[in-house]
């Protein structure tokens, strides 16, 4: 698979736990960096605050975002993402307990690739985060303009 990091965006210690375990059942060996609200998925992305030593060129291979955040939602964070040219491409996977008719439209409005709604079954939740991994990580081919910047920047 992709070698690219899966950035989780989760608040919620029981989600990252379970999201963490159901990456490691299905053998997904992807680095995962955990963003625990969205001021620190934010700094993390555009390389401020805690991460300003970070190589801002270095993107997430996917990004699994929550909606429900504290301090900045994941709404926000995905319109601050899609409004900078260095991460306006990178495939956002929201991963929610969210069934919102209102979360669903802006989501995918504001540039979302996929909402999934998070199974509270294990077994469902370590198939949808194996599904994940071989669409995201595997099958799908990145934009030419994210490929040529990566290999730019190694």
């Not at 699994?64 to 409004?83: A, F, N, W």
Request: some cysteine; overall charge positive; charged content about 25%.
């Amino acid at each position: 698979m992709n070698k690219g990091t899966i950035l989780l965006v989760e608040d919620n210690p029981g989600d990252e736990t379970l999201t963490l375990r159901a990456i490691k059942k299905n053998r997904i060996i992807n680095p995962v960096k955990v963003c625990h609200d969205g001021v620190e998925a934010l700094d993390y992305l555009f390389c401020t605050g805690d991460y300003a030593k970070r190589n801002v060129k270095d993107v997430p291979a996917v990004i699994l975002l929550d909606l429900k955040l504290p301090k900045v939602d994941g709404l926000e964070v995905l319109r601050q993402l899609r409004s900078k040219e260095i991460t306006k491409l990178i495939p956002v996977v929201i991963l929610t307990t969210s069934s919102e008719e209102k979360d669903i439209f802006n989501s995918y409005n504001l540039g979302a690739n996929s909402y999934i709604r998070k199974p509270v079954d294990f077994v469902q939740f370590s198939e949808a985060v194996k599904q994940l991994g071989l669409y995201w990580l595997l099958l799908n081919e990145p934009p030419p303009v994210y490929t040529q910047t990566k290999k730019n920047n190694r």
